[in-house]
């Protein structure tokens, strides 16, 4: 005798309806017992898992200094990953001391031999947890097993095995890194790579001089990227041979690079990049123009409050308003700019600092200035906006200030 | 007469029959998509993405009207989202009640001259605040524009970050919601030029200072039927349609974009009624026609719980205003369908969104005029018309457990068994007589539509501040 499923699918297409109906059920039915049967499994996983937390958190000190056999927990699987998602949470909270006494136990305990070895066999999400793992663990053995993965075929390996090589933060990490990208072309995006190599190279920035002479762009352009992060004063002279770079990127990295070196030979390079052709060049050179906190620069920020930018024109004014000494005579030569967006530029940098008050009281103050030009000041400061142009016109300009400009 | 009965009768089904096909292939398409997902999120690990040193800096921006209740609460829950570069934008369009002030003596508000430049348009601005409390916060008060679209374009005018949330004032964010949507735009800056993030329902859900603290099913029917309805919408709908890079809509409630992309179509239209779904369809219109690569993604764990209407009114006027906006953004729309230029938009995702979205209720209602007036005529096949209620009735529920399954293998927020038990409950309920009232709502808001009703009408919500009465 046939079954109800034979009958079913004997009938025929007229009742292709009927089959379809049955099976829409049993769909239902089985999605039902999926979802019901999953959360009652997961229940008791949890229960489990949790009371093991539990029972292994009161003997983590004697676990984690060996005490306790590693056998006693490492051949169960429950414990093993209840254990080394410990390890790598407290690894990723904690300070040197006790990094080293837990990287200490990983290798004691032989899981980071362990998750090397998974980031060399295993293919696919596998990989990407055990390279996951070993960027947690920040051992430097696990750095050629995260190279490796540099050169998976895999764009979702790629990046795993990059952000591991990040959290290294070690130059070693770095030179892998530059060294994979050199050789294989840029095969991961942008800024995930700017992100790694700026961890890996804060250290020693010299690293990344000789891919950057030779590199070609787009590659080029990320280290430029990175480079102007990461410059420390002992590059100074290097950063210079970039600051007539074809690449704009590069150009923009002298610029940036150049805030941490000496006043005398970052000033000339920093102002001629101020005018730049390319906005983020000149956004970076006024930003590190203000940095450099030195009055030479002032009238380089004023050129900069007028230009065609606005996030130049606000940097320059950010970097105005930081010379506190001489906010009066840098005020009015901002008026003397003629320049409303450059104006409101400077007002807003200045209430954003809070020292609208403080200009006010040395307007106030101020023996330098006549009674009509300190009024005309100070109607500009209180309105916001520029004097007609006749009133402009014949003002004159103080001496004061137009040594500023 | 009984001819164009019987063609009806089966267009109807084979209507109904495709439009669940295509459901039942978005959900199996969800379903590969989020298990990959949940694997690759164990490779993002949040703290490693906080501290990324170029991450980028994102503006929220809030509008808000007539909030007074709830904007302090609110703002305190947006500026407590865990980001290292955060700035927020609150929008106060025009509001009627002490929204400004509330903000004022909260977070200590003083004039500035921040950066604003009326690129988009906007009703007048009446002024720029900055918070003495928090300098990430700025407020721009402007005249009433009658629609969200002008208030998030006065936002946009004051914005200077590479990329831009937007936000509904009265939502609620998870604390980590703008690590995990960024997590797509980090890993390719370039190609990734919008986010979308998922927008849950809060209503029953337990909430303190803006924080939400237990995830609750609602009591009312009503509102249980809608958590299911944006389970599907999201899990299964968006997820497919972003998987091949066809996403549509970026709900208005939490969705990120790039700025600049996003002033070169000119930010939000103004006057439009489906203000995300428009601006959506014109970054694809805009990235096809200058035949530049991009993608859309939606992510599944960034999460924005927001209130849905809780009275079938509210729900009515929601739904007819929804439709409104499918119908006034695919009408301008229309010069894109299948042309060649605009590649799976213009011959895929915009054609099934006119056949399966905008055209719904019209083939649907249709259907059930035609079956009643074929009963009534006694030319209705007994059996056709039992076998199809049946097969709908079995293949819809189907959809709907199965977006209670993808948030059960996926994310898992309804942990009371009461509320699973209950979810699944509703999947069987929902069909009738909800479904058929639904249609009736959108074919309502067409028909306002064509007679020259394009005004944006805001809901009324109970806020913030009610939801910790639940």
């Given at each position: 005798?046939?079954?109800?499923?034979?009958?079913?699918?004997?009938?025929?297409?007229?009742?292709?309806?009927?089959?379809?109906?049955?099976?829409?059920?049993?769909?239902?039915?089985?999605?039902?017992?999926?979802?019901?049967?999953?959360?009652?499994?997961?229940?008791?996983?949890?229960?489990?898992?949790?009371?093991?937390?539990?029972?292994?958190?009161?003997?983590?000190?004697?676990?984690?200094?060996?005490?306790?056999?590693?056998?006693?927990?490492?051949?169960?699987?429950?414990?093993?990953?209840?254990?080394?998602?410990?390890?790598?949470?407290?690894?990723?909270?904690?300070?040197?001391?006790?990094?080293?006494?837990?990287?200490?136990?990983?290798?004691?305990?032989?899981?980071?031999?362990?998750?090397?070895?998974?980031?060399?066999?295993?293919?696919?999400?596998?990989?990407?947890?055990?390279?996951?793992?070993?960027?947690?663990?920040?051992?430097?053995?696990?750095?050629?097993?995260?190279?490796?993965?540099?050169?998976?075929?895999?764009?979702?390996?790629?990046?795993?095995?990059?952000?591991?090589?990040?959290?290294?933060?070690?130059?070693?990490?770095?030179?892998?890194?530059?060294?994979?990208?050199?050789?294989?072309?840029?095969?991961?995006?942008?800024?995930?790579?700017?992100?790694?190599?700026?961890?890996?190279?804060?250290?020693?920035?010299?690293?990344?001089?000789?891919?950057?002479?030779?590199?070609?762009?787009?590659?080029?352009?990320?280290?430029?990227?990175?480079?102007?992060?990461?410059?420390?004063?002992?590059?100074?002279?290097?950063?210079?041979?970039?600051?007539?770079?074809?690449?704009?990127?590069?150009?923009?990295?002298?610029?940036?690079?150049?805030?941490?070196?000496?006043?005398?030979?970052?000033?000339?390079?920093?102002?001629?990049?101020?005018?730049?052709?390319?906005?983020?060049?000149?956004?970076?050179?006024?930003?590190?123009?203000?940095?450099?906190?030195?009055?030479?620069?002032?009238?380089?920020?004023?050129?900069?409050?007028?230009?065609?930018?606005?996030?130049?024109?606000?940097?320059?004014?950010?970097?105005?308003?930081?010379?506190?000494?001489?906010?009066?005579?840098?005020?009015?030569?901002?008026?003397?700019?003629?320049?409303?967006?450059?104006?409101?530029?400077?007002?807003?940098?200045?209430?954003?600092?809070?020292?609208?008050?403080?200009?006010?009281?040395?307007?106030?103050?101020?023996?330098?200035?006549?009674?009509?030009?300190?009024?005309?000041?100070?109607?500009?400061?209180?309105?916001?906006?520029?004097?007609?142009?006749?009133?402009?016109?014949?003002?004159?300009?103080?001496?004061?200030?137009?040594?500023?400009? | 007469?009984?001819?164009?009965?019987?063609?009806?009768?089966?267009?109807?089904?084979?209507?109904?029959?495709?439009?669940?096909?295509?459901?039942?292939?978005?959900?199996i398409i969800a379903v590969k998509t989020s298990a990959r997902h949940q694997r690759r999120l164990g490779s993002h690990r949040l703290s490693w993405i906080r501290e990324t040193p170029l991450i980028p800096p994102i503006a929220i921006i809030a509008p808000a009207h007539n909030e007074e209740r709830s904007i302090c609460v609110a703002v305190r829950n947006l500026l407590d989202l865990d980001y290292p570069e955060l700035e927020l934008i609150v929008v106060n369009d025009g509001s009627e009640d002490c929204t400004l002030a509330v903000m004022q003596k909260e977070f200590h508000l003083r004039p500035v001259r921040a950066i604003y430049v009326p690129e988009m348009k906007s009703a007048r601005v009446r002024g720029l605040y900055r918070s003495d409390v928090d300098a990430r916060l700025l407020v721009?008060?402007?005249?009433?524009?009658?629609?969200?679209?002008?208030?998030?374009?006065?936002?946009?005018?004051?914005?200077?970050?590479?990329?831009?949330?937007?936000?509904?004032?009265?939502?609620?964010?998870?604390?980590?919601?703008?690590?995990?949507?960024?997590?797509?735009?980090?890993?390719?800056?370039?190609?990734?030029?919008?986010?979308?993030?998922?927008?849950?329902?809060?209503?029953?859900?337990?909430?303190?200072?803006?924080?939400?603290?237990?995830?609750?099913?609602?009591?009312?029917?009503?509102?249980?039927?809608?958590?299911?309805?944006?389970?599907?919408?999201?899990?299964?709908?968006?997820?497919?349609?972003?998987?091949?890079?066809?996403?549509?809509?970026?709900?208005?409630?939490?969705?990120?974009?790039?700025?600049?992309?996003?002033?070169?179509?000119?930010?939000?239209?103004?006057?439009?009624?489906?203000?995300?779904?428009?601006?959506?369809?014109?970054?694809?219109?805009?990235?096809?026609?200058?035949?530049?690569?991009?993608?859309?993604?939606?992510?599944?764990?960034?999460?924005?719980?927001?209130?849905?209407?809780?009275?079938?009114?509210?729900?009515?006027?929601?739904?007819?205003?929804?439709?409104?906006?499918?119908?006034?953004?695919?009408?301008?729309?229309?010069?894109?369908?299948?042309?060649?230029?605009?590649?799976?938009?213009?011959?895929?995702?915009?054609?099934?969104?006119?056949?399966?979205?905008?055209?719904?209720?019209?083939?649907?209602?249709?259907?059930?005029?035609?079956?009643?007036?074929?009963?009534?005529?006694?030319?209705?096949?007994?059996?056709?018309?039992?076998?199809?209620?049946?097969?709908?009735?079995?293949?819809?529920?189907?959809?709907?457990?199965?977006?209670?399954?993808?948030?059960?293998?996926?994310?898992?927020?309804?942990?009371?068994?009461?509320?699973?038990?209950?979810?699944?409950g509703y999947c069987f309920f929902e069909h009738f007589p909800y479904r058929q009232m639904h249609m009736f709502w959108r074919l309502q808001g067409m028909w306002e539509y064509l007679r020259g009703d394009h005004a944006w009408k805001p809901l009324k919500r109970k806020g913030l501040a009610s939801a910790r009465a639940h």
């Amino acid at each position: 005798m046939a079954s109800i499923f034979e009958k079913l699918w004997n009938l025929g297409p007229a009742a292709f309806i009927l089959k379809a109906i049955v099976a829409a059920f049993i769909a239902n039915a089985m999605l039902l017992a999926f979802i019901l049967f999953r959360r009652a499994y997961r229940k008791r996983y949890f229960t489990r898992r949790d009371k093991r937390v539990f029972e292994l958190r009161q003997n983590w000190d004697a676990l984690i200094s060996g005490k306790v056999p590693y056998t006693e927990w490492r051949n169960k699987t429950l414990d093993l990953q209840i254990v080394e998602a410990m390890a790598l949470d407290a690894l990723e909270a904690s300070g040197p001391e006790e990094s080293a006494r837990l990287l200490k136990f990983l290798r004691n305990s032989g899981l980071i031999e362990k998750r090397i070895c998974e980031a060399r066999q295993f293919t696919g999400w596998r990989r990407l947890q055990a390279l996951v793992a070993l960027g947690c663990t920040r051992a430097p053995e696990g750095i050629s097993a995260l190279a490796e993965g540099l050169r998976d075929g895999d764009i979702e390996v790629r990046l795993a095995a990059l952000r591991g090589l990040g959290r290294m933060a070690s130059p070693q990490a770095g030179e892998e890194i530059l060294a994979s990208v050199a050789e294989m072309g840029l095969c991961i995006p942008a800024l995930p790579l700017q992100n790694a190599l700026i961890q890996c190279t804060a250290e020693r920035p010299q690293i990344l001089l000789p891919y950057i002479r030779h590199a070609e762009s787009p590659f080029r352009e990320v280290l430029g990227r990175v480079l102007g992060e990461v410059a420390t004063p002992s590059l100074g002279p290097d950063l210079l041979q970039f600051a007539e770079d074809e690449i704009d990127e590069l150009r923009a990295a002298a610029a940036r690079g150049l805030s941490h070196t000496k006043v005398e030979l970052a000033l000339d390079v920093l102002s001629e990049l101020g005018h730049d052709p390319t906005w983020f060049v000149r956004l970076r050179a006024i930003v590190s123009l203000g940095k450099l906190s030195d009055r030479r620069t002032i009238p380089t920020l004023l050129r900069g409050l007028t230009d065609a930018n606005r996030l130049v024109r606000f940097r320059a004014a950010e970097g105005l308003v930081a010379f506190k000494t001489e906010m009066g005579p840098i005020f009015a030569a901002v008026i003397a700019t003629r320049d409303r967006y450059g104006l409101h530029a400077y007002l807003t940098a200045l209430e954003n600092a809070h020292l609208r008050g403080m200009l006010e009281e040395e307007l106030q103050a101020s023996t330098n200035i006549s009674e009509k030009e300190k009024g005309h000041l100070q109607s500009v400061l209180m309105t916001g906006a520029l004097p007609t142009e006749d009133a402009a016109m014949t003002a004159e300009i103080p001496e004061h200030v137009a040594a500023l400009r | 007469m009984i001819q164009i009965l019987h063609i009806s009768n089966h267009t109807l089904f084979w209507y109904y029959l495709l439009s669940n096909l295509a459901y039942l292939a978005m959900l199996i398409i969800a379903v590969k998509t989020s298990a990959r997902h949940q694997r690759r999120l164990g490779s993002h690990r949040l703290s490693w993405i906080r501290e990324t040193p170029l991450i980028p800096p994102i503006a929220i921006i809030a509008p808000a009207h007539n909030e007074e209740r709830s904007i302090c609460v609110a703002v305190r829950n947006l500026l407590d989202l865990d980001y290292p570069e955060l700035e927020l934008i609150v929008v106060n369009d025009g509001s009627e009640d002490c929204t400004l002030a509330v903000m004022q003596k909260e977070f200590h508000l003083r004039p500035v001259r921040a950066i604003y430049v009326p690129e988009m348009k906007s009703a007048r601005v009446r002024g720029l605040y900055r918070s003495d409390v928090d300098a990430r916060l700025l407020v721009v008060d402007k005249e009433a524009g009658g629609s969200k679209a002008d208030a998030v374009n006065a936002g946009l005018n004051a914005l200077t970050s590479p990329y831009v949330c937007i936000v509904d004032s009265d939502s609620v964010l998870e604390r980590d919601a703008l690590l995990r949507i960024m997590v797509p735009i980090l890993e390719n800056p370039k190609r990734v030029i919008a986010v979308g993030g998922i927008v849950r329902v809060l209503n029953g859900s337990e909430i303190k200072d803006g924080q939400l603290q237990r995830v609750r099913l609602p009591r009312k029917s009503i509102e249980v039927i809608q958590v299911i309805e944006y389970l599907r919408a999201f899990l299964i709908g968006r997820e497919a349609w972003a998987q091949g890079n066809m996403l549509m809509i970026i709900s208005g409630a939490f969705g990120v974009f790039r700025s600049d992309l996003v002033r070169s179509v000119g930010g939000y239209r103004s006057r439009a009624i489906g203000e995300d779904f428009d601006l959506v369809t014109r970054l694809h219109r805009y990235m096809r026609e200058q035949k530049l690569d991009y993608e859309i993604r939606f992510v599944p764990d960034p999460m924005c719980w927001t209130e849905v209407p809780s009275d079938l009114k509210s729900l009515g006027r929601q739904r007819a205003r929804w439709q409104k906006g499918l119908l006034d953004v695919l009408w301008p729309s229309r010069n894109m369908l299948f042309r060649v230029r605009y590649g799976r938009i213009g011959s895929f995702a915009l054609p099934y969104l006119w056949l399966f979205e905008l055209f719904a209720p019209v083939v649907e209602i249709t259907g059930l005029v035609t079956i009643i007036l074929a009963a009534c005529l006694g030319v209705l096949s007994g059996a056709f018309f039992s076998q199809f209620l049946i097969f709908g009735y079995a293949f819809a529920t189907v959809i709907s457990i199965g977006s209670v399954l993808q948030e059960e293998i996926t994310y898992k927020r309804y942990n009371d068994w009461q509320d699973v038990v209950r979810l699944l409950g509703y999947c069987f309920f929902e069909h009738f007589p909800y479904r058929q009232m639904h249609m009736f709502w959108r074919l309502q808001g067409m028909w306002e539509y064509l007679r020259g009703d394009h005004a944006w009408k805001p809901l009324k919500r109970k806020g913030l501040a009610s939801a910790r009465a639940h």
